[in-house]
């Protein structure tokens, strides 16, 4: 590695020089390494290619931030290793750590990493009192205060000088969640940190003073107030038309835009890793949305061993997408993206095989193999929102009438699922959301002080349009430890609005071990089997 420029002293940038040895890396005989001798490296946005991509669940079609960038991007290499021999990885600006796209056997694994000044920015309140709070900014979130309004930037790009982004308290306040460290709970309270401003004074020592027009003691002492602009304008990790890739053994301290995200790829393993924020830093976030999120995957994902603490979001989610049928000619369905986070990526490839199902009930209707598509291509701003596919036969008459009472999904990327050995903590919304039919087992996972359930199982053709189904599904062996009174332990809940049947087939929960509260609640699942669960 160093051969090629990178600076283990964790000094110079390194972006170009590591780029410069995946390519080298490619042109080898395979298997292939890419190997860090061990020490610090820094990477900027400003050195690394910019790559225009469409990614799930993020900002979707906005051409804004229709360009990515990466720290180690892969792209049509097979038999790859990038080992970072435990060093430690520094990411500055609005900057994704890797991208594995239209690659085969690829193992990221080995290394620390971090963003230098993360768009989420953790308060601490050390003092309360009439009117007013105090509170601690991390090292690694630069501020300005002027004329008694408080922002919040990057650290400097050394190539120019300025900031990667700037942003006042009302803009990154948008997404606010609070952090008990001493719990370790975390919640979205409405209570906004910054509510009836008066004026934030700089005290010195990265300490502010906020004061406010109501004279009462406000409350939070001792709370992390976790602050975030909510555009997810990347992912930390994408892998995309990709084939057995591997995650494993990294200290992922920041997870920038959207965890790691798999989509319409094949076998994915994500192991041994620990998703935690450095607390020494003062920072509790360690994932500005989610931890992990696979849409559209086929084969199997395996998601086992890691630790999951301090998202924004949920730590894991996996699902498809439904897409609205808009109108039907002959054999040829024409569809829409119906999600704004999610858009200009293809849906379909030839050969694959759809299911049609009834967006009230979510019953399907038919099925049939695709034999042509138009659309988007994921690598282009042509057709971001709307597709055709062509199928080998006849469109049920019902959808020809009625097209717009009815989805499509791709079943073809449908995964089987194994999370196993995972602890989940710090989490305000829920640890995992599973909908898939390929047959999936959640087992010997830890799940401590979620604020919502700890295991959702939903499917929606109205909302967030993923899909789809659950066939079969066993829950067991799990530690639920302080579950949330306001939430079941496991919610099953597809979002049907007709409940002629079920949308899931056999869900088994059994064997778990639950600090009170209501293990499950659920509807829409034809064999639901429940026994041998323990109430501490």
């Given at each position: 590695?160093?051969?090629?420029?990178?600076?283990?002293?964790?000094?110079?940038?390194?972006?170009?020089?590591?780029?410069?040895?995946?390519?080298?890396?490619?042109?080898?005989?395979?298997?292939?390494?890419?190997?860090?001798?061990?020490?610090?490296?820094?990477?900027?946005?400003?050195?690394?290619?910019?790559?225009?991509?469409?990614?799930?669940?993020?900002?979707?079609?906005?051409?804004?931030?229709?360009?990515?960038?990466?720290?180690?991007?892969?792209?049509?290499?097979?038999?790859?290793?990038?080992?970072?021999?435990?060093?430690?990885?520094?990411?500055?600006?609005?900057?994704?750590?890797?991208?594995?796209?239209?690659?085969?056997?690829?193992?990221?694994?080995?290394?620390?990493?971090?963003?230098?000044?993360?768009?989420?920015?953790?308060?601490?309140?050390?003092?309360?009192?009439?009117?007013?709070?105090?509170?601690?900014?991390?090292?690694?979130?630069?501020?300005?205060?002027?004329?008694?309004?408080?922002?919040?930037?990057?650290?400097?790009?050394?190539?120019?000088?300025?900031?990667?982004?700037?942003?006042?308290?009302?803009?990154?306040?948008?997404?606010?969640?609070?952090?008990?460290?001493?719990?370790?709970?975390?919640?979205?309270?409405?209570?906004?940190?910054?509510?009836?401003?008066?004026?934030?004074?700089?005290?010195?020592?990265?300490?502010?003073?906020?004061?406010?027009?109501?004279?009462?003691?406000?409350d939070g002492l001792g709370m992390v107030y976790s602050l975030r602009e909510v555009t997810r304008d990347t992912a930390a990790g994408f892998i995309w038309q990709s084939k057995s890739v591997a995650v494993t053994n990294l200290k992922a301290r920041y997870l920038h835009g959207f965890g790691i995200l798999g989509q319409f790829s094949?076998?994915?393993?994500?192991?041994?890793?620990?998703?935690?924020?450095?607390?020494?830093?003062?920072?509790?976030?360690?994932?500005?949305?989610?931890?992990?999120?696979?849409?559209?995957?086929?084969?199997?994902?395996?998601?086992?061993?890691?630790?999951?603490?301090?998202?924004?979001?949920?730590?894991?989610?996996?699902?498809g997408t439904y897409l609205p049928v808009t109108a039907v000619d002959g054999r040829t369905l024409h569809l829409r993206y119906a999600h704004n986070e999610t858009a200009g990526f293809p849906q379909f490839h030839f050969g694959d095989e759809l299911?049609?199902?009834?967006?009230?009930?979510?019953?399907?209707?038919?099925?049939?193999?695709?034999?042509?598509?138009?659309?988007?291509?994921?690598?282009?701003?042509?057709?971001?929102?709307?597709?055709?596919?062509?199928?080998?036969?006849?469109?049920?008459?019902?959808?020809?009438?009625?097209?717009?009472?009815?989805?499509?999904?791709?079943?073809?990327?449908?995964?089987?699922?194994?999370?196993?050995?995972?602890?989940?903590?710090?989490?305000?919304?829920?640890?995992?959301?599973?909908?898939?039919?390929?047959?999936?087992?959640?087992?010997?996972?830890?799940?401590?002080?979620?604020?919502?359930?700890?295991?959702?199982?939903?499917?929606?053709?109205?909302?967030?349009?993923?899909?789809?189904?659950?066939?079969?599904?066993?829950?067991?062996?799990?530690?639920?430890?302080?579950?949330?009174?306001?939430?079941?332990?496991?919610?099953?809940?597809?979002?049907?609005?007709?409940?002629?049947?079920?949308?899931?087939?056999?869900?088994?929960?059994?064997?778990?071990?639950?600090?009170?509260?209501?293990?499950?609640?659920?509807?829409?699942?034809?064999?639901?089997?429940?026994?041998?669960?323990?109430?501490?």
């Amino acid at each position: 590695m160093t051969e090629f420029g990178a600076d283990r002293s964790g000094i110079a940038d390194s972006t170009a020089a590591v780029a410069a040895a995946i390519e080298a890396a490619g042109n080898l005989p395979g298997p292939r390494q890419v190997v860090f001798p061990t020490g610090t490296y820094r990477f900027y946005p400003d050195r690394a290619v910019p790559h225009e991509l469409y990614l799930s669940n993020t900002v979707g079609a906005d051409p804004a931030f229709r360009d990515k960038r990466f720290a180690l991007y892969v792209e049509g290499i097979d038999d790859l290793t990038i080992d970072g021999q435990g060093s430690r990885f520094e990411l500055h600006g609005q900057l994704g750590l890797f991208a594995v796209i239209g690659s085969s056997r690829v193992t990221i694994t080995n290394f620390e990493f971090d963003q230098v000044a993360p768009r989420i920015v953790d308060l601490t309140v050390i003092e309360t009192g009439p009117g007013y709070r105090v509170v601690t900014v991390p090292a690694g979130s630069p501020y300005v205060v002027e004329s008694g309004q408080l922002s919040f930037m990057t650290d400097p790009s050394p190539y120019d000088g300025t900031p990667y982004w700037r942003h006042s308290t009302d803009v990154l306040g948008v997404g606010q969640q609070v952090f008990d460290p001493v719990a370790g709970l975390a919640s979205r309270r409405p209570a906004w940190l910054f509510e009836n401003l008066v004026s934030v004074t700089d005290l010195g020592e990265r300490r502010l003073r906020i004061d406010y027009r109501d004279e009462t003691t406000p409350d939070g002492l001792g709370m992390v107030y976790s602050l975030r602009e909510v555009t997810r304008d990347t992912a930390a990790g994408f892998i995309w038309q990709s084939k057995s890739v591997a995650v494993t053994n990294l200290k992922a301290r920041y997870l920038h835009g959207f965890g790691i995200l798999g989509q319409f790829s094949e076998d994915i393993v994500v192991e041994g890793n620990e998703f935690v924020a450095d607390r020494s830093t003062g920072r509790i976030a360690a994932a500005f949305a989610d931890f992990v999120q696979m849409s559209g995957v086929k084969g199997t994902i395996t998601i086992v061993g890691n630790t999951f603490d301090g998202a924004h979001d949920d730590a894991i989610n996996i699902h498809g997408t439904y897409l609205p049928v808009t109108a039907v000619d002959g054999r040829t369905l024409h569809l829409r993206y119906a999600h704004n986070e999610t858009a200009g990526f293809p849906q379909f490839h030839f050969g694959d095989e759809l299911e049609i199902v009834n967006r009230a009930s979510l019953r399907a209707v038919g099925q049939a193999v695709v034999t042509a598509v138009t659309g988007p291509t994921g690598r282009d701003s042509r057709s971001l929102t709307t597709m055709s596919i062509t199928s080998d036969r006849d469109v049920p008459a019902e959808v020809a009438t009625d097209p717009d009472a009815f989805a499509v999904e791709n079943i073809t990327y449908t995964p089987a699922v194994r999370i196993a050995g995972n602890t989940f903590r710090n989490i305000p919304t829920r640890g995992i959301l599973l909908t898939t039919r390929g047959r999936s087992v959640i087992e010997d996972n830890v799940f401590d002080g979620l604020d919502m359930a700890s295991i959702f199982i939903s499917g929606d053709a109205s909302s967030w349009y993923e899909s789809g189904p659950v066939h079969d599904l066993t829950i067991r062996r799990n530690v639920f430890r302080r579950p949330s009174p306001n939430h079941p332990v496991i919610l099953i809940h597809p979002e049907n609005t007709v409940t002629d049947e079920p949308v899931h087939e056999t869900i088994r929960i059994e064997d778990n071990t639950y600090e009170g509260g209501v293990l499950v609640e659920a509807k829409g699942v034809r064999n639901l089997v429940v026994g041998n669960n323990l109430v501490l």
